[in-house]
């Protein structure tokens, strides 16, 4: 996993970031979200080790970046795609690679294959390639290793609809088979879509974290059966709130599994249990960042 404990960053007297502290774990995809100057960057580059704290700690798998005794194999990281050298080819960047991680030749091809870049446009120099493209070889160059690791800003920058779906899929597969995926992206609903968590900083500090179901329903979960009144009184036995609704369900501060249990003890039968829906991500991330965000509108008589 992926442990950031009270990280401050300080350059000079300004504070990018500002005692953070968060968990990245296995099996799951957080999401890392904030406005432009909030601290995303300067966060990951910390982890990556290409920057060092004022204080507090980054590790990745229970070690600094630093010292890790091969990072490749154990962390893949993908922070700007347009920073690759332009006068090689997609398959000699690759190559570069393969060879200081110590790797068979043949993985370059399996990578290739796994990001879906062609053996025709691995040999185009990469200054040639699409913004889109060089996503997919700055991923490819991140999985080279076969890391548990990943560590990506902006992946899905560039690419057209179906890229990003095909991102979201390698994505959710890498997290589903046991790996550790820290996401920040501007594309709301395609987090709100992967991520299992949230870590939403404004300001160089945290204002919200928890799962991605939890942080939308606000915490609450919706209930219904047969008989409202029987099922919120059973709820409230169980030491939940429970109020019922004007159309017949039940809201509830319990988790899913515990109003599932409260049901059951009380012989109902349950014929939906959802967590309540909240606002979208977007709504709460403008909500909590608003003092943060920097003013975009046009002013009056400005072209359009």
Excluded: C
């Amino acid at each position: 996993m992926i442990i950031i404990d009270a990280l401050t960053k300080r350059y000079g007297d300004v504070t990018a970031v500002d005692d953070v502290s968060f968990r990245a774990e296995p099996g799951r995809v957080t999401g890392f979200l904030g406005p432009n100057g909030a601290g995303k960057s300067t966060t990951l580059r910390i982890v990556v080790g290409l920057a060092g704290p004022t204080s507090g700690s980054a590790t990745v798998l229970g070690r600094r970046y630093v010292d890790l005794p091969n990072p490749g194999l154990e962390i893949g990281v993908l922070l700007d795609a347009s920073a690759q050298h332009g006068g090689r080819t997609g398959r000699e960047t690759l190559v570069l690679g393969q060879r200081t991680l110590g790797l068979p030749g043949a993985r370059v091809d399996e990578v290739l294959e796994l990001v879906g870049l062609t053996r025709a446009e691995s040999r185009r120099r990469v200054r040639d390639y699409s913004l889109g493209m060089r996503q997919r070889l700055g991923l490819a160059t991140a999985l080279l290793g076969d890391p548990r690791v990943l560590v990506l800003d902006e992946p899905a920058n560039g690419l057209d609809p179906a890229g990003i779906r095909w991102m979201r899929d390698l994505l959710r597969t890498f997290a589903d088979d046991g790996g550790t995926v820290l996401l920040s992206s501007h594309l709301l609903a395609e987090i709100e879509m992967i991520a299992d968590d949230i870590v939403m900083i404004g300001g160089g500090r945290i204002v919200a974290s928890g799962t991605t179901t939890g942080l939308l329903s606000g915490g609450e979960t919706l209930v219904r059966a047969d008989d409202a009144g029987a099922l919120a009184a059973a709820l409230r036995a169980a030491g939940l709130d429970a109020a019922a609704t004007a159309d017949g369900a039940v809201r509830t501060d319990g988790d899913l599994a515990a109003v599932g249990r409260a049901a059951f003890a009380a012989g109902l039968a349950v014929t939906e249990l959802r967590t309540a829906d909240g606002g979208g991500l977007e709504d709460m991330f403008l909500e909590l960042t608003a003092s943060t965000q920097r003013e975009t509108a046009p002013t009056q008589g400005a072209a359009a």
